[in-house]
């Protein structure tokens, strides 16, 4: 238990279905993030929300849209999205300011993209 | 950004002691995390170096020379358990974290 969580945990979709990622975290911090983690690959940073507001987006399209309401939840929107989208989606939270930069994550929800 | 490399996977027996390398490339340094990941959970944070040495912490430790761009994670006394992946990753001047691709070590009986 990481004190952030992640629903639902496995999703399949098709190419036109519309979904949504939810994360929430239990430990007080201020930042949170959305990794997406493909096999043999690096973790991918996609965007970052501290204090809500959005501070990075790494050039992710435009199928995916995120949400911050509070510092507390995080959504990922899905739509329209391709069969290469299929991966790992890690949520993660940090305290801005903490000396270590140290990230908390969920345990993911693993997306499939028929 | 960085670069961060790492080996692709790693075999060894229970009760021995593996060493997984990385080395990174980077404009701007702030630290190197190790995480590690079993199969169907989320990482979890092993150790932080931004000073040159190495940090134990029972039966894993953690080595870091910046001169040299370089840092290992030390397992030792391996258990079954400790069959995961290890994600090296670090954390540039803005403190944005960059991750390799991990290392998959297979604890063999």
């Known amino acids: 238990e990481t004190g952030v969580t992640q629903t639902p945990r496995h999703l399949v979709m098709g190419m036109t279905n519309k979904k949504s990622l939810k994360c929430e975290q239990h430990?007080?911090?201020?930042?949170m993030y959305w990794y997406k983690q493909s096999a043999k690959k690096p973790l991918e940073l996609m965007f970052v929300?501290?204090?809500?507001?959005?501070?990075e987006n790494n050039s992710v399209p435009s199928r995916f849209s995120p949400e911050c309401p509070n510092s507390s939840h995080l959504f990922l929107h899905l739509h329209t999205l391709q069969p290469e989208d299929s991966a790992l989606y890690l949520c993660?939270?940090?305290?801005?300011?903490?000396?270590?930069?140290?990230?908390?994550f969920g345990e993911g929800s693993r997306l499939t993209v028929l | 950004g960085q670069n961060i490399d790492q080996p692709t996977e790693m075999t060894a027996t229970e009760g021995a002691i593996v060493q997984i390398n990385c080395t990174y490339q980077?404009?701007?340094?702030?630290?190197l995390f190790w995480y590690q990941q079993h199969a169907g959970e989320a990482p979890t944070f092993l150790s932080y170096?931004?000073?040159?040495g190495l940090e134990e912490k029972g039966r894993f430790s953690s080595f870091l020379s910046r001169s040299k761009g370089y840092s290992y994670l030390l397992l030792k006394e391996l258990q079954m358990k400790d069959s995961a992946s290890y994600l090296c990753?670090?954390?540039?001047?803005?403190?944005?974290?960059?991750f390799g691709a991990g290392t998959t070590v297979t604890v063999r009986a």
């Open positions: 993660a939270s940090s305290r801005v300011g903490d000396n270590t930069g140290e990230l908390f």
């Open positions: 430990l007080g911090h201020n930042a």
């Open positions: 929300y501290n204090f809500k507001e959005q501070t």
């Open positions: 980077t404009s701007g340094f702030n630290g």
């Open positions: 170096n931004v000073l040159d």
């Open positions: 990753a670090g954390l540039d001047n803005d403190y944005k974290l960059s």
